[in-house]
């Protein structure tokens, strides 16, 4: 479970308002997708919850602890795969998966056990002997994402997990983020893939310009809106650019 509490963070001394008083509810079992023009926020969000930045006001808390109080005990429940990943080029792909799978004290044994199917699962077993500053992009996304899931965490928290991850990996990334939420995980992926979206997320939230503007499940959604043949990339279009898609003169007002 994630919470958020009237969170707001700016930056440049307040010039910035990145999040503004966003409270928001992520339930295990339910996976969520957070979707949001750039700029919205996401990764603000996202990386407030990690513990990588701080709020300037409101609460985080995961799994009932607060991530400002206890940002050791967060990380240690957190699988997180950020934006644009930090990697180790002087290292090899297993290498790096090994050192990861340490810095959570994960027994031998247990690493043992998840690597070859990670490998597996990724197609990975072939470049995992190689330096990580040999990999192509996808490779690195997947090298990030292989390292969130290493520690099986109970929260998996990603910015954009499937971006630049090739057909198979994303569909294997899918079935795992299902696999996790059928087993009462929580997992909280940010992504610009409505059609993606709208398939796999039992709930979805659309932040725009640091506010919360939707937070239901696509069908919900559809409902509230009075719109039950529209896809979720008209809505969120509806919602966030209501004024470029329709014109000055819509009705339409979020
Ligand atoms: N380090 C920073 N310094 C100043 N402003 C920042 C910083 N990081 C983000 N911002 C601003 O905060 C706002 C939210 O940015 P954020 O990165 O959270 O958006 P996002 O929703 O993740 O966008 P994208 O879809 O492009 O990844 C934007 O106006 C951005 O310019
Ligand atoms: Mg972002």
């Not at 340490?102 to 247990?110: I, L, N, Y």
């Not at 043992?112 to 690195?140: C, I, N, W």
């Not at 239901?216 to 959604?221: K, N, Q, R």
Request: charged fraction near 20%.
């Amino acid at each position: 479970m994630i919470q958020l509490t009237s969170v707001s963070k700016s930056y440049n001394r307040g010039a910035v308002q990145a999040v503004k008083g966003l409270t928001l509810t992520v339930e295990p079992g339910k996976l969520f997708g957070f979707l949001g023009p750039n700029g919205a926020g996401k990764t603000t969000t996202i990386k407030m919850i990690v513990g990588l930045l701080h709020p300037d006001s409101g609460t985080i808390s995961v799994c009932g602890k607060d991530a400002l109080k206890e940002p050791l005990a967060v990380k240690r429940l957190v699988g997180f795969v950020p934006d644009s990943p930090f990697l180790y080029n002087r290292m090899t792909g297993m290498a790096y998966l090994r050192f990861i799978a340490d810095v959570f004290r994960m027994p031998v044994e247990a690493r043992e056990r998840v690597v070859p199917t990670l490998l597996k699962q990724f197609g990975m077993e072939d470049a995992v002997g190689s330096l990580v500053a040999s990999y192509s992009h996808g490779m690195r996304q997947k090298l990030a994402v292989m390292a969130a899931l290493i520690h099986e965490p109970d929260v998996l928290i990603m910015d954009e997990p499937i971006s630049g991850l090739d057909p198979l990996s994303a569909f294997q990334l899918k079935e795992i983020m299902r696999g996790y939420c059928a087993r009462g995980k929580t997992v909280f992926f940010s992504t610009h893939v409505m059609e993606v979206a709208e398939r796999i997320c039992d709930v979805v939230g659309i932040i725009s310009k640091g506010e919360l503007v939707a937070c239901a499940p696509f069908p919900v959604l559809k409902k509230q809106l009075g719109e039950q043949d529209a896809t979720l990339e008209q809505i969120f279009l509806e919602l966030t650019h209501a004024e470029q898609v329709f014109g000055p003169d819509s009705d339409y007002r979020p």
